[in-house]
């Protein structure tokens, strides 16, 4: 049962929306796998997406913002197939926390080398747990990358400095991740033509992140809308 962290103190990363599209896709996909998505951010921004959203919930979502989230995942992680952590927008015990829980860890930037360096206090929160948990999986995830436009070469630069990998799957900056989390939905629920590149930048994360943590995930036509 795999546990994957966001977590990345610097904001405008799209930490909250890579988290609400990364269980939505995961829980539309053919195995139909029940989700929990784990709000461990003060401001509740998830649950908030959720108490919007109209209709059956995707996905379950609860908000957690406390330093024992690592100790309540065991009872957890018998009721559902994957966690999901949306991380707090600083680093403090509960982002050490979502670490400690996490299998992987993804660590969200936008293309801007700057952005990377901005992270270094996330940076050096997962380098503390990597000495606790050595196995502990962690990326880089680039988001919010300008359609027809190459990520530059100081973000590669740039992350070369750390001795972390980059996601090779990328996230675009698009407008229908922004229109659809306000309304309580995510592009999957779209339908629109616009909206398809989106969702294939989400299944090429999921597929990216089943692979790591060593888990199946098949992503049927619904996901692919």
């Known amino acids: ?27 539309m996909s ?10 461990a951010d003060p401001q509740h921004s998830s649950l908030d997406w959720a108490a919007v ?9 609860v908000g957690m913002p406390h330093a024992k989230i690592n100790r309540e995942l065991e009872d957890l992680k018998r009721t559902y197939d994957w966690i999901i952590i949306d991380g707090p927008p600083r680093v403090n015990d509960v ?14 930037i936008a293309p801007s080398g700057l952005d990377v360096w901005a992270s270094s206090d996330a940076i050096s929160t997962i380098n503390e747990a ?7 999986k962690v990326r880089f995830l680039v988001n919010r990358v300008q359609p027809n436009t190459k990520v530059s070469a ?28 306000s309304k309580g939905l995510t592009v999957f629920d779209l339908g ?19 692979g790591i943590v060593g888990a199946t995930v098949s992503l049927g036509d619904s996901v692919h809308a």
Request: glycine share 6%.
């Open 130 to 136: 990597l000495v606790y948990k050595p196995n502990l």
């Open 95 to 108: 982002s050490r926390a979502v670490v400690i829980a996490s299998d992987l860890v993804l660590v969200p």
């Open 154 to 181: 100081d973000v590669t630069d740039a992350i070369k400095k750390y001795e972390i990998l980059e996601l090779g799957a990328r996230v675009h900056h698009r407008i229908d991740f922004a229109a659809s989390i």
């Open 53 to 61: 959203r109209e209709g059956s919930p995707v996905f379950s979502c």
């Open 192 to 210: 629109t033509r616009s909206a398809k590149a989106a969702t294939l930048d989400i299944n090429s994360v999921v597929l990216e992140v089943a």
């Open 30 to 39: 053919q195995e139909r796998p029940h989700i929990l998505l784990i709000d």
């Open 1 to 27: 049962m795999p546990v994957i962290g966001l977590a990345n103190q610097k904001g405008g990363v799209g930490k909250t929306t890579l988290s609400l599209h990364i269980a939505a896709a995961l829980a």
